[in-house]
Antibody, heavy 119, light 107 residues
Framework: QVQLVQSGAEVKKPGASVKVSCKTSGYTFIDYYVHWVRQAPGQGLEWMGWLNPNSGVTDYAQKFQGRVTMTRDTSISTASMELSRLRSDDTAIYYCVRLGRDYDSFDYWGQGTLVTVSS | DIQMTQSPSSLSASVGDRVTITCRASQSISVYLNWYQQKPGKAPKLLIYAASSLQSGVPSRFSGSGSGTDFTLTISSLQPEDFATYYC?????????FGQGTKLEIK
């Protein structure tokens, strides 16, 4: 079965960077784009960008341009998202999501990784 | 960028009720509209894709309709496990965007 398993919770200080990993299984990693979505405490869902695991090509939301980097390691079917220059308002749960074949819907989600930014 | 507006933001209903949630896009998105259900402490789950197609394994009491800018999610007969937050999302163009969510609570 398809699974996306993310790395554990992180606590970071303002100005630091965080890298969240997303290990996939149950499907061919390079065949499906991976997106990242975040959710601040008690808030809605915010799209951050996508990664093409086959080519490594990325596209980021303008809000995160210059601070986010999405990468992959095809040898271990893992996608990663690094966010730099963290601020307190980056405190959120970060989800990796598989983009399905059906009208670009998000068909499988990771369990989420809580990133807390606090001095 | 395409803005998605859901209504209502919260809704109280009883088991067995029929409920409808609406979602409006700021421009036409054809049928590139998806609905997700999120329960507390869990990741969202895909319910409906392409405006009206039921994701595999989702109960048939869930249905979606609409095209262009106006969409609806209907739950025909609420079950206890349906009390959750629902989000619409457009996948017509990046940046993909979500509605602000509708929290469905027990009356």
């Amino acid at each position: 079965q398809v699974q996306l398993v993310q790395s554990g919770a992180e606590v970071k200080k303002p100005g630091a960077s965080v890298k969240v990993s997303c290990k996939t299984s149950g499907y061919t990693f390079i065949d499906y784009y991976v997106h990242w979505v975040r959710q601040a405490p008690g808030q809605g869902l915010e799209w951050m960008g996508w990664l093409n695991p086959n080519s490594g090509v990325t596209d980021y939301a303008q809000k995160f341009q210059g601070r986010v980097t999405m990468t992959r390691d095809t040898s271990i079917s893992t996608a990663s998202m690094e966010l730099s220059r963290l601020r307190s308002d980056d405190t959120a749960i970060y989800y990796c999501v598989r983009l399905g074949r059906d009208y670009d819907s998000f068909d499988y989600w990771g369990q989420g990784t809580l990133v807390t930014v606090s001095s | 960028d395409i803005q998605m507006t859901q209504s209502p933001s919260s809704l109280s209903a009883s088991v067995g009720d029929r409920v409808t949630i609406t979602c409006r896009a700021s421009q036409s998105i054809s049928v590139y509209l998806n609905w997700y259900q999120q329960k507390p402490g869990k990741a969202p789950k895909l319910l409906i894709y392409a405006a009206s197609s039921l994701q595999s394994g989702v109960p048939s009491r869930f249905s979606g309709s609409g095209s262009g800018t106006d969409f609806t999610l209907t739950i025909s007969s609420l079950q206890p496990e349906d009390f959750a937050t629902y989000y619409c999302q457009q996948s017509y163009s990046t940046p993909y965007s979500f509605g602000q969510g509708t929290k469905l609570e027990i009356k």
